[in-house]
């Protein structure tokens, strides 16, 4: 699936690293891939994945009141919370593709879990225009995009 994402902030020291708000989230995400030039204010239409570098680090949540998305350490780290079901690990309406989390905690399927992962990736395959980045909270009605074959 592809999201929409308004970028809010690039990092002056890293242009890669930066602030979009998406699905509602304000997320510090790292940029993998762009095949076009993007600037503060822009609509884009995204591809997000998480990384983790090492272990799984894991646990099953009982508390669905938990925030989905929780910075860590104000880096590009999150502890994620959301229900995990087959290879899917849908966090805040956006579903993450794992096939390594089902393969080795299929036992947690249909759960509450939340990971922590080491930073969420974002490919950027178009700009859908430009936004006014101050007015973000009304600024994406439908947030989902079907993947275009």
Do not use: W
């Amino acid at each position: 699936m592809h999201y929409l994402g308004i970028l809010i902030k690039l990092d002056s020291m890293l242009e890669e690293e930066a602030t979009f708000y998406i699905n509602g989230y304000y997320l510090d995400c790292f940029i993998a891939h762009s095949p076009i030039n993007f600037q503060v204010g822009g609509l884009y239409l995204l591809d997000i994945e998480y990384q983790i570098f090492d272990d799984y680090l894991l646990s099953e949540e009982t508390n669905y009141a938990k925030q989905p998305f929780v910075n860590l350490n104000n880096g590009l780290s999150y502890s994620i919370t959301g229900i995990f079901c087959n290879d899917n690990f849908i966090v805040g309406g956006i579903v993450f593709k794992d096939e390594f989390l089902f393969s080795q905690y299929s036992r947690l399927e249909n759960k509450l879990i939340s990971l922590f992962v080491d930073r969420i990736d974002l490919s950027i395959i178009s700009c859908l225009g430009i936004v006014n980045p101050i007015h973000t909270s009304n600024a994406i009605s439908a947030n989902t995009v079907s993947k275009q074959a």
